[in-house]
């Protein structure tokens, strides 16, 4: 009687680093609605990771988004503020770039009042790199579909997170932070930034997806209204 294990995919640096930034993208589009950073109707619904998912139609929106995920995949211990204002996109294939070269520590979407300024919450992916692949080009074996079940159990975490987290009862706007190492050179459209921290936060630690190559881990810390 035949044996039977189960299939593999090839995962390579460049690969991984696509699926990472690709996802990036997505959860940030579901947090910007789920949190109601943006109108409901500014939002149309595509299918992704076997779930539907909704993206932005606000071009603003869609082009700063975009310039995230290109930047992505090229690395600093700096903390990078992506200009809030995308006169000057930037594509997550620079994330990609910062990805690749094993140099991107993690990736802040931050919601602060619009009013204030102040950071209300912060969505905190951060990235662990096999340096042995960054170094040496290996590859890694893992199935799309582990890959995808472990996206999806993210997003309907976030897609939840009204459940969890408080409500914002005020305009929101959002910004995204880049922890890269101190090498990496700043792109036109990134600025060096504070942290943007939440003194005292409330936090809750989400899922976990993994290629073999970058692990991401998800937390979202929040504003505790009762220290007010």
């Not at 200009?83 to 990609?96: E, G, K, R, T, V």
């Not at 910062?98 to 969505?123: C, D, H, Y």
């Not at 997003?155 to 009204?162: D, E, G, K, L, N």
């Not at 090498?183 to 005292?200: H, Q, R, T």
């Amino acid at each position: 009687m035949g044996s039977r294990t189960a299939s593999k995919d090839i995962i390579t640096l460049r690969g991984s680093a696509a699926i990472v930034c690709e996802f990036f993208g997505y959860a940030a589009n579901s947090i910007l609605y789920n949190r109601g950073i943006y109108p409901e109707e500014s939002f149309v619904k595509v299918k992704k990771y076997g779930l539907p998912m909704l993206l932005t139609q606000d071009e603003g929106v869609k082009s700063f988004l975009a310039g995230l995920t290109s930047q992505l995949t090229g690395t600093h211990l700096k903390v990078l503020c992506l200009f809030d204002l995308p006169s000057y996109p930037f594509h997550l294939n620079a994330s990609q770039e910062w990805m690749e070269a094993g140099k991107l520590q993690r990736v802040v979407l931050v919601i602060m009042s619009r009013t204030t300024m102040e950071v209300l919450e912060r969505w905190n992916f951060s990235i662990q790199t096999d340096a042995e692949v960054v170094e040496k080009g290996l590859i890694k074996e893992k199935s799309d579909k582990e890959i995808m079940r472990e996206i999806q159990a993210i997003m309907r975490q976030i897609a939840s997170s009204i459940t969890y987290l408080p409500c914002l009862d005020e305009p929101c706007v959002f910004d995204v932070l880049a922890y890269t190492d101190m090498d990496v050179a700043i792109p036109f459209s990134w600025i060096e930034s504070d942290a943007k921290l939440i003194e005292n936060p409330q936090m809750v630690k989400l899922h976990s997806f993994d290629t073999k190559i970058h692990k991401v881990d998800t937390l979202v810390s929040y504003k505790n209204d009762e220290q007010d």
